[in-house]
Antibody
Framework: QVQLQESGPGLVKPSETLSLTCTVS????????WNWIRQPPGKGLEWIGY???????NYNSSLKSRVTISLDTSKNQFSLNLSSVTAADTAVYYC?????????WGQGTLVSVSS | DFQMTQSPSSVSASVGDRVTITCRAS??????LAWYQQKPGKAPKLLIS???SLHSGVPSRFGGSGSGTHFTLTITSLQPEDFATYYC?????????FGPGTKVDIK
């Protein structure tokens, strides 16, 4: 059974960079799209972007100038960097695998942006 | 911009009721539509992919249909564990947009 686990700081200061890592266990990175999704408190889901196992990426245009997703196949991990954060970036951040749909999700991690 | 809409935004129902949720895409997405269930404080869970394919382990009371721009999720006999928020999502056109959600609560 594939499992995903997000890790990273729970508090980030405004204007700094939010960095999260997703560790994949129970399966290989190969052959799939690896995604980041976020959910502000009390609101709906927003797709941030994905990285394919080959390394190609695609991002939500609303965040594109600030987002980088990278992959470390040797560690079975992929990462999210979101720069110049503001309070509007406060959310639960999820990582998930895409195979036609988002079939495996991490439990999510709350990241708050505050000084 | 690409849009996904859902209706209703919320529904109150009783155990045993039949519940239908509609999702509409602003452009043709063929059958690239998934449905998720989310309970408070938990990650979403995949129910249906490719508009009508039941994900492994999902009870058969959940069903999906549709193609193009109009899709439905039906729960044939609502169970206590089904009270949750349901989201549709298209995976045809980047960004992979989610619908705003439909909250199913107890009447």
């Amino acid at each position: 059974q594939v499992q995903l686990q997000e890790s990273g700081p729970g508090l980030v200061k405004p204007s700094e960079t939010l960095s999260l890592t997703c560790t994949v266990s129970g399966g290989s990175i190969s052959g799939y799209y690896w995604n980041w999704i976020r959910q502000p408190p009390g609101k709906g889901l927003e797709w941030i972007g994905y990285i394919y196992y080959s390394g190609s990426t695609n991002y939500n245009s609303s965040l594109k100038s600030r987002v980088t997703i990278s992959l470390d196949t040797s560690k079975n991990q992929f990462s999210l960097n979101l720069s110049s954060v503001t309070a509007a970036d406060t959310a639960v951040y999820y990582c998930a695998r895409l195979d036609e749909a988002l079939d495996f999700w991490g439990q999510g991690t709350l990241v708050s942006v505050s000084s | 911009d690409f849009q996904m809409t859902q209706s209703p935004s919320s529904v109150s129902a009783s155990v045993g009721d039949r519940v239908t949720i509609t999702c509409r895409a602003s452009q043709d997405i063929s059958s690239w539509l998934a449905w998720y269930q989310q309970k408070p404080g938990k990650a979403p869970k995949l129910l249906i992919s490719a508009a009508s394919s039941l994900h492994s382990g999902v009870p058969s009371r959940f069903g999906g249909s549709g193609s193009g721009t109009h899709f439905t999720l039906t729960i044939t006999s609502l169970q206590p564990e089904d009270f949750a928020t349901y989201y549709c999502q298209q995976a045809n056109i980047v960004p992979f947009t989610f619908g705003p959600g439909t909250k199913v609560d107890i009447k």
